[in-house]
């Protein structure tokens, strides 16, 4: 049986075009509950000394309002 650790190689230097596809569609869902914005989202992986830096670029049009749980 596959585990969830062995799901993932975890030195790899890029991810796959369809992983990074994946991402950014999850992403999406999530930065659309805070912006209103493009499809023009990148992402941008580079390897440092402590692992990678992470950069996602996208834009929006507006900040939507976010009303309080509390």
Same mark, same amino acid.
């Given at each position: 049986?596959?585990?969830?650790?062995?799901?993932? @190689? $975890? *030195?790899?230097?890029?991810?796959?075009?369809?992983?990074?596809?994946?991402? +950014?569609?999850?992403?999406?869902? &999530?930065?659309?509950?805070?912006?209103?914005?493009?499809?023009?989202? @990148? $992402? *941008?992986?580079?390897?440092?000394?402590?692992?990678?830096?992470?950069?996602? +670029?996208?834009?929006?049009?507006? &900040?939507?309002?976010?009303?309080?749980?509390?």
């Amino acid at each position: 049986m596959k585990t969830a650790n062995n799901a993932f @190689t $975890l *030195e790899r230097e890029d991810i796959s075009d369809v992983e990074r596809a994946l991402f +950014l569609k999850d992403l999406k869902k &999530v930065t659309g509950e805070y912006f209103e914005g493009g499809d023009d989202a @990148t $992402l *941008e992986i580079t390897r440092t000394e402590n692992g990678f830096l992470v950069c996602v +670029l996208f834009t929006a049009r507006r &900040v939507k309002s976010v009303k309080s749980l509390v």
